[in-house]
């Protein structure tokens, strides 16, 4: 079901490579390639779990309320992770031009039904 969830978001963007739906203890629940992406988004989502904890510890220190999404811009990808409860995220790794706006609302429109499925 996850990974269904996951290949519609990824081929649902342009530009989309890879999805991911982890816990932040590093360990993944699902995750989905498009056809010859060569991304390893399991390992760089055990990174990301740190960096989020941090990130939702920061934002918490500051009063901010819950952190509710992250993204990472580089040379070669963009990663937009939605963070779901205080459990499980979502991650959508994209081509540096892939539509960035139209990733960023997959992942929020399709959070509620990913959370019913993992029954958060």
């Known amino acids: ?44 989502g055990m990174e990301f779990s740190v960096i989020l904890t941090q990130a939702r510890n920061a934002v918490s220190l500051l009063g901010g309320g819950a952190l509710r999404e992250v993204a990472f811009k580089s040379e070669k990808m963009t990663v937009i992770v939605r963070l779901l409860n205080d459990e499980y995220f979502l991650a959508l790794a994209l081509e540096p031009d892939g539509n960035y706006g139209k990733g960023r609302y997959l992942l929020r429109s399709t959070a509620a039904s990913i959370l019913a499925e993992l029954g958060a």
């Open 1 to 44: 079901m996850f990974r269904e969830l996951l290949k519609k978001i990824v081929d649902g963007c342009e530009g989309g490579l890879a999805g991911l739906l982890m816990g932040y203890d590093g360990i993944a629940v699902d995750s989905y390639l498009s056809e010859g992406a060569q991304s390893d988004i399991q390992s760089v």
